[in-house]
């Protein structure tokens, strides 16, 4: 009988322990800011993420299919159709363009080089000579984010949010951003 309890018990916080680790985010909506509970912890956003959306693109825009969706791209920004309207989106690693965006810069890492342009890293593929779009190395600094990036804390420090990246304030020598992570590890 003992050995049925403990095995009882054995398995109800076996159970607790992974509803823990498998638990949604669940977010919380102020007039003053946005709070998640999610795999980081606590992050509280002091001001919203703009969705930015257009009804027409510009004629030159390109279309650019990856694994079977269709990005719209035009001069450094790629867009998706959504119910008529071509919303701004974060591009998935991976997807290639010919030519960086106007007003990139080279950001070194360890033995690694990328390009940075409107908060979105590239690498350059030799072999094609395309440019294809790079998850954010840990470590990388650069001086500026796109200016809809978000203001958020997490367990009460500042960050800077981008397209699910997150990044601290940092200054050497001068202000900047250093990429720390990604928001849902």
Not at 123 to 128: G, I, P, R
Not at 143 to 168: C, F, R, T, V
């Amino acid at each position: 009988m003992k050995t049925k309890q403990v095995l009882f018990l054995l398995i109800v916080i076996l159970l607790g322990v992974a509803s823990n680790s498998y638990a949604q985010r669940r977010v919380i909506n102020t007039p003053r800011r946005t709070v998640v509970q999610g795999p980081r912890g606590t992050v509280v956003y002091k001001k919203r993420p703009v969705v930015r959306s257009v009804r027409r693109l510009h004629r030159n825009a390109v279309v650019i299919r990856y694994r079977n969706v269709p990005y719209h791209y035009y001069d450094g920004v790629f867009y998706v159709s959504r119910n008529g309207v071509y919303v701004r989106t974060a591009p998935p690693a991976g997807i290639r363009i010919a030519a960086l965006p106007a007003g990139y810069v080279r950001v070194v890492v360890g033995p690694r080089v990328f390009f940075y342009a409107g908060g979105i890293f590239y690498t350059m593929d030799e072999a094609s000579s395309e440019y294809v779009v790079a998850d954010p190395p840990v470590g990388a600094i650069v001086s500026q984010l796109p200016s809809d990036a978000a203001e958020i804390e997490i367990d009460g420090k500042p960050y800077m949010e981008y397209n699910g990246i997150i990044y601290k304030p940092v200054t050497i020598e001068q202000p900047g951003y250093e990429v720390v992570g990604k928001l849902d590890e």
